[in-house]
């Protein structure tokens, strides 16, 4: 199958740069390869509206529409503008935001072919005729190291997590911020919470516990592949109780109905990472990275700087009268200012979040405190029993 551009690696920020070029120049004919039919991750993503605006190529046209009535709610172009200008943002599981973007994807004629990509020598060699990839293929990128080098990326480690995803049985509340306050001076750990949209009668929930290196240390090996059970015997205990506690807050003040069974436990580091360079040329081909293979951010900005940068990159990749040597020059000159605020923005939120944890802390020890539980609650949330 002939291609202009191919894409390595369909999760959203891949298909959501395939879906702005051909936005873009209609006339362009992209290819992406998918190794999942089904995307691997469920947990929660915060997706601001502006994200989806800034820098993208935009028709207000069926497909659109549908594609942000799904995803936003929001069935008027001016409506998500005007939702985006207060900072809105929604919380979307991250397969439901896939499956909109396939079928916007779909309806633009962008092929995609699910297909496991090993290294960019066996993307060239399936399209010989294509002088443009997006590597777009995670933040342990084959394609990155392979077309970049391994020493490519600026690394700093942040926090330390333990992440619960879980479902609950119908539509599930969020305790108010006094809730929460209160909530986090019966627990070790700084925990937030981001509860998703219900739909076809349940409701994906992602706890995040910010841990100290020493419970990190002791808890076993989890990932988002092979996670443990939110009630793994070996859990450290400290974890093991905040995880009961919240839980127990969360049944009766937020009238959430746990799916048994559902509540999985990964552990990861947060860290800000960037490429060194974000496009280079290969033997007469351009190469450019997307997503978490090109930057990693926490708090949710991951996502969102990936599609922003997706639309960036959209952009450029579409401009016919542009060099393959021009788009790779263009695209890296846009991306350092970019880089700098996002990871500056992380950075300083990361120290805003350590402040808050230290007066939780403070504020646990004060008797005159008045966001407390009292102490019939106090004693209910206490007690060790599973969700």
């Known amino acids: 199958m002939c291609a202009d551009i191919v894409v390595v690696g369909g999760g959203p920020v891949g298909l959501w740069t395939a879906i702005q070029a051909k936005k873009n120049n209609a006339a362009l004919e992209i290819t992406v390869y998918e190794r999942y039919t089904e995307y691997q991750r469920s947990h929660v993503l915060r997706l601001e509206h502006a994200s989806l605006l800034l820098w993208s190529k935009m028709k207000n046209d069926a497909a659109e529409t549908a594609f942000l009535e799904d995803v936003t709610g929001k069935r008027k172009l001016s409506q998500v503008f005007a939702k985006s ?11 439901d935001l896939e499956n909109a973007l396939k079928d916007y994807a779909a309806k633009l004629g962008i092929h995609v072919i699910y297909k496991k990509i090993e290294s960019p020598d066996e993307a060239e060699a399936l399209h010989p005729e294509c002088r443009l990839f997006v590597a777009a293929d995670g933040a342990r990128s084959k ?27 119908g539509k599930a509340g969020k305790l108010t911020m006094a809730e929460a306050l209160k ?3 019966l627990v070790e750990s700084q925990i937030f919470e981001y509860v998703g949209r219900e739909r076809n009668g349940e409701t994906p929930v992602t706890l995040r516990f910010f841990v100290d290196n020493d419970t990190y240390e002791k808890m076993p090996e989890a990932t988002f592949k092979k996670p443990l059970a939110h009630d793994d015997t070996h859990l450290p205990a400290t974890l093991a109780e905040d995880i ?32 060194k360079k974000f496009a ?3 033997g007469g081909k351009a190469w450019f990275l997307a997503g978490d293979a090109a930057m990693g951010l926490p708090y949710f900005r991951s996502l969102n700087a990936g599609m922003i940068i997706g639309s960036q990159l959209g952009g450029i990749l579409a401009q016919g009268p542009l060099s ?19 990871i500056a923005g992380a950075k300083a939120k990361n120290q805003g979040i350590k402040a808050l944890d230290a007066f939780r802390k403070l504020d646990a020890k004060n008797p005159l405190s008045p966001l407390k539980w009292g102490k019939a609650d106090k004693k209910k949330f206490k007690k060790r029993h599973d969700p």
């Open 280 to 282: 280079a040329t290969r």
């Open 143 to 169: 394609m990155r190291e392979d077309v970049f080098g391994k020493d490519i990326l600026d690394e700093t480690t942040l926090q330390h997590i333990v992440e619960m995803k879980y479902k609950a049985d």
């Open 85 to 95: 200008a207060t900072a809105s943002a929604v919380y979307i599981a991250t397969n």
């Open 244 to 275: 009961k506690t919240y839980m127990a807050v969360r049944r009766e003040k937020a009238g959430e109905h746990y799916q048994q069974g559902s509540g999985k436990l990964s552990k990861l580091t947060l860290s800000v990472y960037k490429a």
């Open 324 to 342: 393959r040597t021009a788009k790779v020059g263009a695209y890296n000159l846009l991306q350092p200012a970019d880089t700098m605020i996002e």
């Open 183 to 185: 909530t986090a001076k």
